[in-house]
């Protein structure tokens, strides 16, 4: 089978969960924090060049429905689901983003391992850690955008929540 209809699959799903599920929020999910200088713009393009490629790629590759695939894929789309669900306009302290302060990149982290070891492609695979790595870079300004927006609750929040899973 071809690794691009898992692609397929992750751009319908978020999409139209988020429509169904969460429509009040579809633009505030779209937005980034704002990137000041121009490495943190450098940065952005690179992610949103490397999120073309994971979405783009797969349709070069083939998958076998790898067990550990499978279990990770159901890991970040269920990741994704409660991300959107639970999202809202403030500060979202509650449901999954309780548990890591960025679980829409957690769930993204996921879905893209899973194509990886379904498709068992070492570039891919290379691509999904640097886009992990630009994903790190974009959270530091969503994070400190956060800080600037919400001040004390912020630092508050930073305290109780790991940025991930762990701190």
């Not at 783009?56 to 790898?66: H, N, Q, R, T």
Request: some cysteine.
């Amino acid at each position: 089978m071809n690794a691009g209809m898992l692609s397929v699959l992750v751009v319908l799903f978020r999409f139209l969960v988020i429509l169904v599920v969460n429509r009040p929020s579809f633009l505030a999910i779209q937005r980034f924090a704002p990137m000041e200088g121009s490495n943190e713009k450098m940065i952005y393009w690179l992610y949103q060049l490397l999120q073309a490629i994971l979405l783009a790629y797969p349709f070069l590759l083939k998958i076998e429905f790898k067990l550990l695939g499978i279990i990770v894929m159901g890991f970040g789309m269920a990741g994704l689901f409660r991300a959107i669900h639970d999202f809202g306009p403030g500060l979202v302290t509650q449901g999954i983003y309780s548990l890591s302060r960025h679980p829409m990149y957690l769930s993204y982290y996921l879905i893209y391992a899973s194509i990886a070891i379904m498709s068992s492609s070492i570039l891919y695979s290379l691509f999904v850690i640097l886009f992990m790595v630009a994903s790190h870079f974009i959270i530091q300004s969503e994070e400190r955008w956060c800080l600037e927006t919400y001040g004390q609750k912020y630092v508050e929040y930073c305290q109780s929540v790991p940025r991930y899973l762990i701190s």
